[in-house]
C-alpha cells in the first residue's frame, strides 16, 4: 500500500506487466472478478446490488429498458472482465455493444454473443477507437486503476472523440478516502481519491455532471464505490 509520507506519485508504481500477470492467474468466473467476495457469507447479493444501483444511475439519465426510458443505440464497455456488466446491464439496454477486454480468456464467452459487436482483447492504455463508430453510452467500471494518470486522461480523451454529442461516459470506481491515492501491490492498481478524479477529468476536458455513492455494500475500509457521469465541456449541466 503506499506511504502518505512519500512524495512519489502512487500511479508511478503501477506495471502494466504485473497488472496482466496477476489477472491471467485469476479464475474466469465471479469470483475471480469480484476477488472471492460472493463466496464469502453474506455477500451474496453484492453482483444484485452492483447491478441495480447501476440501473438506477442510468434511469435517472433516462436510459433503461421500460417505465418510458429509451435504449441506446451504440454501447461501449471499457475492463469488460467475464461479461458480468455486459449482460446484466448493457446488452438489455443498447442494440451493440462493443467489449474492450485485455486478457482473452475472460471474453471467451462473449464472442459470438447476440448484442455484442466487438470484442477488443487490449487494454485500455492501448486501445484505439473505430474511426466510424459513435457512441450513446461508454461504461468504465473497476478497471481504471490499473492506468497511470496520463494514461486514464488520454484514455478519456478518446472516448470524448467517438462519444455522440449527447452521449455520456459512466465511470465506476472505488474512491480513497484515506485522503491520497494508494497503490495496492497485489494487482498493481491505484486506488484514487475524488479530488484526483476530478483534475482527470478536468484534464481529459470532461465535465463532471452528476456523481452518485453506491449502496448497498458491506465496508470495505477506505474506500467508496461510487458512479460519476462525464459529458463533453461543453454539455449542459444537471445535478441529481
Not at 59 to 64: C, S, V
Request: charged share 25%.
Amino acid at each position: 500500500m503506499s506511504n502518505p509520507d512519500d512524495s512519489t506519485p502512487a500511479d508511478s508504481f503501477i506495471s502494466k506487466e504485473d497488472g496482466l500477470k496477476y489477472w491471467e492467474g485469476i479464475s474466469a468466473d465471479v469470483n475471480g472478478m469480484l476477488g472471492g467476495i460472493p463466496a464469502v457469507q453474506g455477500f451474496h447479493g453484492i453482483l444484485r446490488t452492483d447491478l441495480q444501483g447501476s440501473r438506477t444511475f442510468l434511469a435517472k439519465l433516462g436510459i433503461g429498458s421500460k417505465n418510458g426510458r429509451h435504449k441506446v443505440i451504440n454501447a461501449l464497455e471499457g475492463g469488460a472482465g467475464i461479461g458480468r456488466v455486459t449482460e446484466g446491464l448493457l446488452l438489455p439496454i443498447a442494440e451493440q455493444v462493443d467489449v474492450v477486454e485485455p486478457v482473452a480468456k475472460f471474453t471467451a464467452e462473449l464472442q459470438n454473443k447476440p448484442g455484442v459487436r466487438t470484442v477488443s482483447n487490449v487494454g485500455l492504455q492501448d486501445w484505439q477507437p473505430t474511426e466510424d463508430v459513435r457512441y450513446d453510452l461508454i461504461w468504465v467500471q473497476w478497471c481504471v486503476g490499473h492506468l497511470t494518470d496520463i494514461q486514464l486522461v488520454e484514455f478519456l480523451g478518446r472516448c470524448q472523440e467517438v462519444l455522440n454529442p449527447d452521449g455520456i461516459i459512466c465511470l465506476k470506481e472505488n474512491q480513497s478516502t484515506k485522503g491520497y491515492d494508494d497503490f495496492d501491490e497485489e494487482d498493481s492498481s491505484v486506488t484514487r481519491e475524488d479530488t484526483k478524479f476530478r483534475s482527470i477529468f478536468e484534464q481529459a476536458n470532461l465535465k463532471l455532471i452528476a456523481t452518485e455513492l453506491q449502496r448497498g455494500f458491506p465496508e470495505t475500509g477506505n474506500i467508496d464505490k461510487r458512479l460519476d457521469r462525464l459529458n463533453r465541456e461543453n454539455a449542459c449541466e444537471e445535478r441529481y
